[in-house]
C-alpha cells in the first residue's frame, strides 16, 4: 500500500481496540521467565557451547603477537577464534570498525579472540591464557584537543544557512553565546548483547538480542561472505536496546564464526564490563549556541555548531536538527564538526540527535528568555513556528508545543516559580523548578507483514518488526484486532524473524506508527481476501464481533478459513508527505529539583511531561516507554557519563558500578499528559513516535530547574555535585 495522501475515515478510527490501556500480550511470558531471550534457546540449539571474547588491552595499533597454544590446551577448550584463522571476512554497511579485530587494533576492547569451551568458566579461564602483545600506536582521545583541528563540515552535512545570521547577531538588542557539553554515554540495556549460532549445512541461523532483523542479517551474511538468504536471525524478546542493539555486533559474528568451527550450537555473550567499550556509545558532544533577539524577545538569529568525534568513516552525533526546526527566526545557522577519534565506536542512542541537542538548546533558550526579561514558558511560546522556519512554504503536519507547555504550566503549578532564583528553601534543601520544549522529528520507513486467518476464527500477525521492551507485540494485535471486528484474545502475533516479512524495525521512534500501518496495509488486503470468499462487496463490508456484514448479510469471519488458512500480505510504503509537512512531534518537560544546600546533591522531586505524538495507540505501553525515557533524561542530566582515559583511549569505568544510571530510589513522582494529537499526514494509523520523545528536554528541564534553584547555571553535563558546591549560595 502506497501512503501518499492524508489517510480519511478508516476501520482504526472505530478505536474499539486501538488506543485502549490494554495490558502487554507478552506480560505472562515475561513476568514468568517463559519468554526466551537471545542466551536461552536451549531446546532449539542444545549442548551450545560457550564463547568468551578476549579484547584489545589498546586503543590503536597492531597485534604483533598472538599466542592462543596455552588457551587451546586448557581444560574444555573446544577452539580458539581470531581473525588469523576465521577465513576471509567482510564488513557489513553499519559498522564503521571491524568486529573481530587483528592484526590492526582500531579501538579498546574490539574483540581479538573468541575461546570456545564445554563451559563458560573454562572459556573464561582459558580466554586469560590468550597472549597478545601489542605495538601501541599514538592515538587521538580528546574531543576538547581535537575541536580546534576541525574546522569544516563532513562532506554529506553541510552547513545549513538561511538569511544573514552574523549580521541579525550583531544587530540584535538580546544575545546569548555560550557552550555546553554532554558527555559520552553507554546504552546499559538491562540484557547484555548475546547471541546463539547453530549451521545446518551451508545455512546459519542466529538468535540474538537486535532491534533491526533485516539489517542485522544483511550485515552478517556480508560479513560470514554468504548470501543473505542462508542467514535466518531471531530476535523475539530484547531486554531493552536503545540503538545499541540496532547493528550486528561482535557477538552474533563470533557465535556464528565459532559455531562453525565446532560444528555445534554456540553461545556468546558479552560480559558487561566488554560492552561500553567493545560496542557503540552515545558520543560527547561540544555545542555553540548563539541567538539573539529584538527588544520584544523575537528570535531574530539562532546558531547552533556542534562538534562530536568518531572513528574514521563514523558519523557524527546530529546534535544540531531541533535547532532548524523548534523556534521561529529569519537568521540561521547550524552546523556539524566531526572530530576524528580513536575511541571506540560512537552510534546512536535514544532520540541521536535531538536528546544531547536539546540538553544544550533547552538551556540557551532559559538563559535567553532570562536576559530578555521574558518567563520561559511565554519565551517559547512566543518564537513559536507553525512552519518550516528555512522553508516556509512547508507546514508541521501537527504542532502543539503551545498546547503542551501551556498544559503543563497550568497542571505543574508553574505560576508559583520564583522568578529570581535561590529563593525557595524547604529544610536543608533549595527548591526549584524548570521547563524545556521536547522535540523528536516522525520518521517513516518501509513496514510489511503477513496475516493469516484460520478455521478457529483467529488471526496470526507475522512481520520482522521488534519488540525491544516498547509494547510491539500488544499495539500490533490491537490493530489486527481492530482492522477484523475480533477481540484481542483471537489474534497472535510473532515477531522477530527473518522469515517475516520485513518491518521497519525498532529504531528513532519510528517502529510503534510504521510496523502497525504495515499491519493495517496487510489487514486491509485480508479483509478483501475474506470478503472475495464470502462473496461480499469488500468496499461495503463490515468486520465487527467475530462477522462480516453487509446489508442483511451476514458470515462468520472463521467461514472464510473452513477450507484451509487465508493469507494476506502487504507493506506501507510512505510517499513524499514527509517533504510536503515537516512532521514531528512536541512535549513539555516539567521539572521540580531540591538541591542540597551543604553538599549540592541534586535530588528530582516531580517530573511531568506533556506530549502531542500524534494518536497514541495504547495509553498504557505509551506511559511506559514516556516514563523510562524521563528516567534515562534524569540519568543524563545528573548521573551518566563515560569516563575518558586521554592517554590510552577507553572508557574507564565500563560497568554498572561505575557508569551510574537512575535507580527507583532516585525516581520521584512522575506523570505524563497526552494531548488528543490524531494526525492523518503520518500513515493511516494517525500515530507518530514517543518513546524517544520521552527523553528529549528532561535534561534541560532539570538543569534548568537547579539554576532556579541555586542560582548556578552548570553548562556541562552530568550535573554532579562538584559542580555546584563551590557556588551554592548560603543558608539563610
Ligand atoms: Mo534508536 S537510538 O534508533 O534505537
Redesign the pocket.
Known amino acids: 500500500m502506497k501512503f501518499d495522501k492524508p489517510a480519511g475515515q478508516n476501520p482504526i478510527d472505530q478505536l474499539k481496540v486501538v488506543s485502549q490501556p490494554h495490558d502487554r500480550i507478552d506480560g505472562r511470558q515475561k513476568t514468568t521467565g517463559t519468554a526466551h531471550y537471545a542466551y536461552e534457546w536451549h531446546q532449539q540449539a542444545p549442548n551450545a557451547a560457550y564463547g568468551y571474547v578476549v579484547g584489545s588491552a589498546i586503543a590503536k595499533g597492531r597485534i604483533t603477537a598472538l599466542d592462543i597454544d596455552a588457551a587451546k590446551n586448557a581444560p574444555g577448550v573446544l577452539t580458539v577464534i581470531t581473525a588469523s584463522n576465521a577465513g576471509a571476512l567482510g564488513k557489513g554497511d553499519k559498522n564503521t570498525a571491524t568486529l573481530l579485530g587483528g592484526p590492526t587494533i582500531e579501538h579498546y576492547h574490539q574483540a581479538v579472540a573468541l575461546v570456545v569451551a564445554e563451559t563458560f568458566e573454562q572459556a573464561r579461564a582459558a580466554a586469560s591464557l590468550v597472549q597478545v602483545t601489542y605495538r601501541r600506536d599514538k592515538g587521538a582521545y580528546s574531543l576538547t584537543e581535537a575541536k580546534p583541528t576541525v574546522t569544516q563540515p563532513p562532506d554529506d552535512t553541510p552547513d545549513k544557512n538561511v538569511g544573514d545570521f552574523e549580521a541579525a547577531f550583531a544587530a540584535a538588542a538580546v544575545k546569548l553565546d555560550a557552550t555546553y557539553t554532554t558527555p559520552d554515554q553507554s546504552h546499559m540495556a538491562m540484557e547484555p548483547h548475546a547471541s546463539m549460532a547453530v549451521w545446518e549445512g551451508d545455512r546459519v541461523t542466529v538468535w540474538t538480542s537486535n ?1 533491526m532483523i533485516a539489517w542485522c542479517r544483511a550485515d552478517l551474511a556480508t560479513t560470514l561472505k554468504i548470501a543473505p538468504e542462508n542467514v535466518r536471525i531471531l530476535s523475539p524478546y530484547i531486554g531493552g ?3 545499541g ?2 547493528f550486528l555486533r561482535s557477538d552474533a559474528l563470533l557465535a556464528a564464526l565459532a559455531a562453525r568451527a565446532v560444528q555445534r550450537p554456540v553461545k556468546v555473550m558479552l560480559s558487561r564490563p566488554a560492552i561500553a567499550n567493545n560496542t557503540t556509545h552515545r558520543p560527547a558532544t561540544l555545542q555553540h549556541i548563539r541567538i539573539g533577539t529584538d527588544s520584544a524577545g523575537k528570535i531574530t538569529a539562532i546558531a547552533h555548531d556542534s562538534w562530536s568525534g568518531n572513528l574514521p568513516g563514523g558519523t557524527p552525533e546530529t546534535a544540531v536538527q531541533q535547532t532548524e526546526l523548534l523556534y521561529a527566526g529569519a537568521n540561521r545557522h547550524t552546523g556539524l564538526r566531526l572530530a576524528t577519534l580513536d575511541l571506540p565506536e560512537g552510534n ?5 540527535g535531538e536528546a544531547p541537542g536539546l540538553m544544550a538548546l533547552e538551556i540557551a533558550i532559559d538563559e535567553l528568555a532570562e536576559k530578555a526579561g521574558i518567563d520561559p514558558v511565554e519565551f517559547r511560546i512566543l518564537n513559536d513556528t507553525q512552519v518550516d522556519p528555512a522553508n516556509p512554504q512547508r507546514p508541521f503536519s501537527r504542532r502543539q508545543l503551545i498546547e503542551c507547555l501551556r498544559t503543563g504550566a497550568e497542571q505543574f503549578g508553574w505560576k508559583d516559580r520564583h522568578t529570581t532564583p535561590g529563593q525557595v528553601q524547604d529544610g536543608r534543601w533549595r527548591v526549584g523548578i524548570g521547563v524545556a520544549a521536547g522535540f523528536r522529528n516522525n520518521l517513516l520507513e518501509k513496514s510489511a507483514a503477513r496475516v493469516h486467518l484460520d478455521a478457529d476464527g483467529k488471526v496470526t500477525v507475522e512481520t520482522d518488526m521488534t519488540d ?1 521492551g516498547t509494547g510491539s507485540y500488544t499495539i500490533i494485535a490491537q490493530t489486527a484486532a481492530e482492522m477484523l471486528g475480533l477481540p484481542l484474545e483471537k489474534v497472535a502475533v510473532h515477531l522477530g524473524d527473518s522469515s517475516f516479512p520485513v518491518s521497519a524495525g ?4 519510528w517502529g510503534a506508527n510504521t510496523s502497525t500501518a504495515g499491519v493495517y496495509a496487510a489487514c486491509i488486503k485480508l479483509r478483501e481476501a475474506i470478503a472475495a470468499k464470502l462473496g461480499f462487496d469488500p468496499d461495503q463490508a463490515q468486520f465487527s464481533d467475530g462477522k462480516i456484514t453487509s446489508g442483511t448479510q451476514s458470515a462468520n469471519l472463521a467461514e472464510a478459513a473452513a477450507n484451509g488458512r487465508l493469507t494476506a500480505e502487504d507493506s506501507i510504503e510512505f510517499g513524499d508527505l514527509a517533504k510536503q509537512y515537516q512532521q514531528s512531534t512536541f512535549a513539555g518537560h516539567f521539572v521540580e529539583v531540591g538541591v542540597d544546600s551543604d553538599t549540592g546533591e541534586v535530588r528530582v522531586r516531580r517530573m511531568l511531561a506533556v506530549c502531542a505524538a500524534g494518536r497514541i495507540l495504547n495509553p498504557k505501553t505509551a506511559r511506559s516507554q514516556v516514563i523510562g525515557a524521563m528516567t534515562m533524561g534524569l540519568g543524563a542530566a545528573l548521573m551518566e557519563e563515560l569516563a575518558v582515559d586521554t592517554r590510552l583511549g577507553y572508557f574507564v569505568n565500563h560497568d554498572m558500578a561505575g557508569y551510574e544510571v537512575p535507580v527507583h530510589a532516585d525516581i520521584p513522582e512522575q506523570k505524563v499528559i497526552f494531548l488528543e494529537d490524531t494526525d492523518p499526514i503520518s500513515s493511516p494509523m494517525k500515530a507518530k513516535g514517543v518513546g ?1 520523545l520521552g527523553l528529549c528536554g528532561v535534561g534541560a528541564a532539570i538543569a534548568n530547574a537547579v539554576y532556579n534553584a541555586t542560582g548556578v547555571r552548570v553548562r556541562d553535563y552530568p550535573i554532579t555535585l562538584d559542580k555546584l558546591i563551590g557556588s551554592l549560595p548560603d543558608v539563610v
Open positions: 532491534q536496546g536503545f540503538g542493539k540496532l546512536a542512542m535514544r532520540a541521536p525491544i525498532s529504531g528513532g521512534q524517544e
